[in-house]
């Protein structure tokens, strides 16, 4: 078993950062076994299954919107001895609970099982656990740094890329033009052109002239602001910064005094009932959206019109997200399901995911795609989403270090937010005592 404390860096050039999780727990580490499945049968060609003609079922096991409703099918009519059955867990944390549980259970895994990037790094530290993906034929499939994050020490390739995050400002058009804001995506996009100042002094200007908030979510907003941080809670050689004094502490301070002192948060967990509701009845005006974000506000915001997305990030590009398709050793067909999850990972499947969910691809040949630069988005106003997320990913500056400790001390941060957005059971002050306090009591 690979220890990963020194995880290899992404490259920091002009590409995406990986982003976010909320809530965490302890990663199971007890023994778990193998199953029947090795590295050395984790080949198959692609769309045919392994070449294997017997009748087999397999699972695929996401979370939120991946957009591969439609894939499963084409790829079970492509492959008629293949029944796909899809597993699709509400949030990354209740899917990162799953697969932990029964990673330590040894029983139990999906035959290819989805993982958020910020828990990427503590699985790595057991990736004997999963089939090393390495293939001639995906090499250079992906933007260099998706690959890098997912590759150990000795050389294994631990998961396929899905998807990126880079961000644009989601915003309800028809509560900008109540509130006398400009509607147009250009004249939005100037508008809040700049630093994070500039959008929460815009979001001042809008709620003294409307009922809604100005952006949904503390933690969110933060999340956002984090992203592009290159090392917001460990060095480059997986060190844990201290929060106190940190910069860290600075965007917590600021995000804070936006929601709480100038009154600009709705006051709402993300993937909370509430926030859910929150789309259908105009609790809040704007939004940090990644693409895959665009999916889930058309689900919930089904029936209302006026979202739109503009071409702009306060404090010039961030990314937030991206997945990865792993197939656990306990995978009784390790070879088909490797040459499935190399199936959905080819940036033809992963434009179509796009298309459906907006899932923005991580794969080089898709951002180069006219299929991908010229896709439209309706239910955004008819938004050129493609050509726009392309843009937000050539925006992006710094990519954040995220070491095995980078869930656990988000979330002390993020936890800290939460009592004072959301809870309204601390000030800013006692609740970063605690999240001090929950810090020091990692042990790090």
């Known amino acids: 078993m690979t220890t990963k404390e020194s995880h290899v860096r992404t490259t920091r050039k002009r590409s995406l950062t990986l982003g976010a999780g909320v809530a965490g727990f302890a990663l199971l580490a007890s023994a778990c076994s193998t199953g029947t499945g090795t590295d050395d049968d984790a080949g198959g060609d692609e769309g045919e299954g392994g070449g294997d003609s017997e009748e087999i079922t397999l699972t695929v096991a996401t979370f939120n919107e991946f957009g591969y409703e439609e894939l499963v099918e084409e790829y079970m009519d492509l492959n008629p001895g293949i029944t796909v059955e899809h597993r ?16 330590a259970a040894g029983s139990g895994l999906a035959d290819i099982e989805a993982i958020e990037v910020d828990w990427l790094t503590e699985l790595m530290q057991f990736s004997d656990k999963f089939v090393d993906l390495s293939d001639p034929e995906v090499e250079d499939r992906w933007i260099d740094w998706k690959t890098e994050a997912a590759t150990t020490e000795d050389g294994m390739l631990m998961g396929y890329g899905t998807d990126i995050g880079p961000q644009g400002i989601c915003y309800r058009s028809d ?213 726009i997320l392309v843009n937000r990913a050539e925006a992006v500056t710094a990519t954040p270090y995220k070491g095995t400790n980078y869930f656990a001390i988000h979330t002390t941060v993020a936890d800290g937010l939460t009592r004072v957005d959301v809870d309204q059971t601390d000030d800013a002050a006692s609740s970063w005592e605690k999240t001090l306090q929950a810090y020091a009591e990692l042990g790090l």
Not at 263 to 284: K, P, R, T, V
């Open 88 to 103: 699709k867990a509400a949030t990354a944390n209740e899917a990162r609970d799953n697969l932990n549980t029964r990673l």
């Open 175 to 387: 509560l900008f033009a109540a509130a006398g804001l400009p509607t147009d995506r250009e004249e939005v996009a100037a508008l809040l052109e700049g630093d994070w100042e500039n959008y929460f002094t815009v979001g001042e200007q809008f709620v003294a002239n409307s009922d809604a908030a100005w952006f949904d979510s503390a933690g969110a907003t933060y999340q956002a602001m984090v992203n592009q941080l290159e090392n917001a809670y460990e060095e480059d050689d997986g060190t844990p910064i201290p929060l106190e004094g940190s910069e860290v502490e600075d965007l917590y301070t600021t995000v804070l005094e936006a929601s709480v002192d100038r009154e600009l948060s709705a006051h709402l967990a993300q993937w909370s009932d509430d926030w859910n509701a929150a789309f259908q009845n105009g609790a809040f005006a704007t939004m940090a959206c990644p693409g895959w974000m665009l999916g889930i506000i058309e689900g919930n915001a089904a029936g209302v019109t006026g979202w739109d997305i503009a071409d702009v990030f306060p404090g010039g590009g961030g990314n937030w997200g991206g997945s990865y398709l792993t197939v656990p050793t306990q995978s009784e067909h390790p070879e088909e399901a490797m040459a499935l999850a190399n199936w959905l990972t080819a940036p033809e499947q992963q434009i179509k995911a796009f298309n459906s969910k907006g899932t923005f691809p991580s794969q080089s040949a898709a951002h180069e795609s006219d299929d991908l630069l010229t896709s439209t988005n309706d239910f955004f106003n008819d938004a050129p989403t493609g050509q």
